[in-house]
């Protein structure tokens, strides 16, 4: 059985395969969200809205770290604490990278699944 569906207004294949969520439980472990297809629901649009705050946190915090390593007076506390928050920038972002991946169908699914309508369309 498939773990991919065809979206109904737009025609293209959807994972439905659990999402990893962008943020973590309790006790830091991995948050897995399982939805229909459609992905409507309040935490699929929540998560939604937490990866792009968390993008562009992301983008706005190379911005600051060009201006502050273009600053000679810039000191060694100030610099840890940049790269500490880079490295949380970089995490968030990969996080989103494997989320965003890890629900693109594979090739053969969503071949075998348009090939499926296809001929559904043409009876």
């Given at each position: 059985?498939?773990?991919?569906?065809?979206?109904?207004?737009?025609?293209?294949?959807?994972?439905?395969?659990?999402?990893l969520l962008p943020w973590p439980g309790p006790a830091g472990q991995r948050c897995y969200l399982v939805s229909d297809a459609?992905?409507?629901?309040?935490l699929t649009k929540l998560a939604d809205e937490m990866e792009?705050?968390?993008?562009?946190?992301?983008t706005e915090l190379i911005g600051h770290a060009h201006l502050m390593l273009s600053d000679r007076k810039a000191?060694?506390?100030?610099l840890r604490y940049l790269s500490n928050?880079?490295?949380?920038?970089?995490?968030?972002?990969?996080r989103i990278a494997e989320s965003r991946g890890g629900r693109i169908p594979a090739p053969d699914e969503a071949k075998s699944d348009?090939?499926?309508h296809a001929d559904e369309g043409a009876q």
């Open positions: 059985m498939s773990d991919c569906r065809t979206r109904c207004e737009g025609g293209g294949a959807v994972s439905v395969r659990p999402r459609d992905s409507t629901g309040y792009a705050v968390q993008l562009q946190m992301g000191d060694a506390r100030e928050r880079l490295i949380e920038a970089l995490q968030d972002a990969l348009g090939a499926t």
